[in-house]
């Protein structure tokens, strides 16, 4: 017999999270947050979105780590946020789930991944999503829809800090921020990332540890030049040194 508790209800140590973060949901946010958890695990066993698959890891490495950006996005009064490779849908997910109120476009080049997206927000009834399937390098050139448009970007393990700057700064308007989730290694990234840094025109405002993972706050300062971001798959192949 399987005893462990349904997905859809939190551990307590999401509980003890939410709490470190001031963060107070609603009974019907931690429903929906439940079924995004269950719909992403079950689509999981028919193609590969996490390794993560215990219930209480999930709640914390998933929905737990995707909202310690929570307070960030809502102290900036943040109204456009794309996230870039999102894979499963972390961080955008939960944190479109949590504020209804900020438009979330979610960029994930694998076709399967982007389909899951958008079947999971249309069955979560989230208004406020909207999915590309297409490259950050691409979308962060299309001036009229997307480059400097937006008031911050996220991102979570989608590559070294070097690589990731070309693809989310373009998209950050001017004074906008990109919120980068790391792990440990997070300042040997920010010291490896100062030419990249200084070639798009962006500092670290911030690095903050939290109970998953550190979170590098960058702020682009002026427009990015017109040479960035490179065609696909360059900013990966020759990071910028
Ligand atoms: N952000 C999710 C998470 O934290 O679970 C997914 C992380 S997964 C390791 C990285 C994702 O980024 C993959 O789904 C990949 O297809 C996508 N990706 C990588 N490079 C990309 C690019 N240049 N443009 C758009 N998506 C990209």
Known sequence: MNDSPPIAVPPPS???LCRSLQIELEPAEIDRLG???S???EANERFNLTRITDHESAWMRHIGDSL???PLIASARASRVIDIGSGGGLPALPLAITLPDVSFVLVESTGKKANFLQSTAAALGLGNVSVINGRAEEIGRDRDRHREQYDI???RAVGKLNVLLELTTPL???GGHVLAIKGERANEEIAEAKPALHALHCHVTNTLRTETGTIVTIEKQ???PKLYPRRPGEPKRAPLR
Do not use: I, W
């Open 153 to 155: 970007v996220t991102a």
């Open 39 to 41: 719909l992403l695990l």
């Open 14 to 16: 999401f509980g003890t």
């Open 172 to 174: 950050a308007r001017v």
């Open 35 to 37: 079924r995004f958890l």
């Open 68 to 70: 310690t950006l929570l």
């Open 222 to 224: 002026r427009r990015t």
